[in-house]
């Protein structure tokens, strides 16, 4: 089992989750930020992580994604909105119809801490987005209660994947 693991990461907050999950990996194993990952042709596992823009994967990892065939994937996400939100959920299907040939084996979203910059353009949006109510509660995210619960959920949907 080859495992390829990339993510996009503004501020952080996806990084540390990519970083999570490839610690729960003991097969062959790289990860990478998309801006410098492989094309996922030669691995078995692609593990992409991103952030959420309007409500969809950032447009680099969407286009990554249509690049992902008939591999497995798991998706991690992060995002201003509340955990198991309508807006994150929305997201992850969104997510997943972008790479509709790959067995997905699971998915994993929480909150992030959202980049004052990005939270002062949406304040001054009209309508505000409707993430944005939800923003304080990602400061701070993601935090140890979220890393231990994608390792969970990474071990729990790639079981023996992942050695």
Request: aromatic share 8%; net charge neutral; hydrophobic share 40%.
């Given at each position: 089992?080859?495992?390829?693991?990339?993510?996009?990461?503004?501020?952080?907050?996806?990084?540390?989750?990519?970083?999570?999950?490839?610690?729960?990996?003991?097969?062959?194993?790289?990860?990478?930020?998309?801006?410098?990952?492989?094309?996922?042709?030669?691995?078995?596992?692609?593990?992409?992580?991103?952030?959420?823009?309007?409500?969809?994967?950032?447009?680099?990892?969407?286009?990554?994604?249509?690049?992902?065939?008939?591999?497995?994937?798991?998706?991690?996400?992060?995002?201003?909105?509340?955990?198991?939100?309508?807006?994150?959920?929305?997201?992850?299907?969104?997510a997943k119809s972008l790479a509709p040939a790959a067995r997905i084996r699971g998915t994993f979203s929480c909150p992030g801490e959202v980049d004052p910059k990005v939270l002062e353009k949406a304040r001054a949006k009209d309508p505000q987005p409707s993430w944005l109510k939800d923003a304080a509660h990602a400061v701070g995210r993601p935090n140890d209660a979220d890393l231990g619960a994608l390792k969970a959920a990474f071990k729990s949907a790639v079981g023996s994947a992942g050695s």
């Open positions: 089992m080859k495992t390829l693991v990339v993510y996009s990461s503004q501020t952080g907050n996806t990084r540390k989750l990519a970083q999570a999950a490839y610690s729960c990996l003991t097969c062959e194993k790289e990860i990478h930020p998309l801006a410098d990952a492989p094309e996922p042709d030669a691995f078995d596992l692609v593990v992409l992580g991103f952030w959420l823009q309007g409500g969809k994967p950032e447009p680099k990892s969407a286009e990554y994604l249509r690049k992902v065939g008939k591999k497995d994937l798991f998706l991690i996400a992060t995002h201003g909105a509340a955990a198991g939100s309508d807006h994150a959920k929305g997201a992850m299907e969104h």
